[in-house]
């Protein structure tokens, strides 16, 4: 089972912040939180990762509240090719790094 | 950097046959590999894990001799799905993983799988 709870889907207008919450109450102490990107008929790209705190790139941030048992992605003035499904997962970066993919948040941005 | 191939980007072919998937590490070398499926509208699933010189490991409910993971060198995994039905068109992705020190695995464009 994945261990984290995503919105199943969010609908937004182009030039607006989107913040996408996701839950992961189970977290383990070696567990990074890494998000992913994923457009139809392609593989997930990488758009973030962190342990705690915020983490921001020229893409989006990322704010994990200390006790991470949640995490939110933020896109900043989306686009309309930011329409896409977003992943949040959760695992150790270090052995396997085996990730288990859930639901994803299926964003839709208007114009 | 951290780019991941995958050969072919689609296949059609006739029930009963065999299709072999590769995936590749074009400018790094990749310990572990990972091949998901993905049926429309539907999130990633694991299918196997596999290391470089060993064994893959499948996941839960997935059928070893039918979906045969090869990972010959540090930047070749390769999928065959044997004697393919209809049921097993899909969608196939998979990754790779650079080891430690790396923050992420990286993903491949996907192969679309139709078996008529």
């Known amino acids: 089972l994945a261990k984290t709870t995503q919105p199943i889907s969010m609908d937004s207008y182009e030039g607006q912040e989107v913040n996408i919450t996701c839950s992961h109450n189970n977290i383990a102490t070696n567990d990074y939180i890494t998000w992913y990107q994923q457009f139809p008929s392609q593989g997930p790209r990488f758009i973030i990762q962190g342990y705690k705190t915020k983490v921001t790139n020229e893409v989006a941030s990322l704010f994990i509240p200390a006790d991470r048992k949640s995490s939110t992605l933020s896109l900043p003035r989306v686009s309309l090719s930011d329409t896409a499904v977003y992943y949040c997962?959760?695992?150790?970066?270090?052995?396997?790094?085996?990730?288990?993919f859930g639901s994803g948040t299926r964003l839709l941005v208007r114009p | 950097g951290a780019v991941v191939s995958q050969h072919p980007s689609r296949v059609i072919c006739k029930s009963g046959t065999s299709v072999k998937i590769e995936c590749r590490s074009l400018?790094?070398?990749?310990?572990?590999m990972f091949w998901y499926r993905q049926f429309p509208k539907k999130s990633l699933m694991l299918m196997a894990t596999s290391n470089e010189g060993s064994k893959a490991t499948y996941e839960q409910g997935v059928e070893k001799d039918k979906f045969l993971i090869n990972h010959a060198s540090l930047t070749l995994s390769t999928l065959t799905v044997t004697s393919a039905h209809p049921e097993d068109s899909s969608f196939y992705i998979c990754?790779?993983?650079?080891?430690?020190?790396?923050?992420?695995?990286?993903f491949g464009p996907g192969t679309r799988l139709t078996v008529l």
């Open positions: 990754s790779a993983y650079p080891g430690l020190g790396s923050d992420t695995q990286y």
């Open positions: 400018d790094f070398q990749a310990t572990t």
């Open positions: 997962l959760v695992g150790e970066r270090d052995s396997s790094y085996k990730l288990i």
